[in-house]
């Protein structure tokens, strides 16, 4: 399974660092991305990176502001969010890939993102 921490209430211009731990499998074997999903909107990949690290893309929405990474042998893949908007408010969710833009394999249950001043 996926499980994903680090959300919270933060204020506009602020940042946070979300963390995806995997249990179960190896993560090295997966592309690795987040998404995300506002209320009343839908589901929007933001960020993907391949197996081992070599490769990242983002949405343009989150481009300059958010960083993807991961460490294979803590089998985590993290998000690095800074200048954050209210319009990043969201569920993020990790999701284990077969490639970034493939099918998702493992999908974790999401972490609140609450961008408020």
């Known amino acids: 399974q996926l499980v994903e921490s680090g959300g919270g209430l933060v204020q506009p211009g602020g940042s946070l660092r979300l963390s995806c731990a995997a249990s179960?499998?190896?993560?090295?074997?997966?592309?690795l991305g987040w998404f995300r999903q506002a209320p009343g909107k839908e589901r929007e990949g933001i960020s993907c990176?391949?197996?081992?690290?070599?490769?990242?893309n983002y949405a343009d929405s989150v481009k300059g502001r958010f960083t993807i990474s991961r460490d294979n042998a803590k089998n985590t893949v993290y998000l690095q969010m800074n200048s954050l908007k209210s319009e990043d408010t969201a569920v993020y969710v990790c999701?284990?890939?077969?490639?970034?833009?493939?099918?998702?394999?493992?999908w974790g249950k999401g972490t609140l993102v609450t961008v408020s001043s």
């Open positions: 990176i391949s197996t081992n690290g070599g490769s990242t």
């Open positions: 179960g499998f190896p993560l090295d074997y997966y592309s």
């Open positions: 999701a284990a890939r077969a490639y970034c833009k493939g099918p998702v394999v493992y």
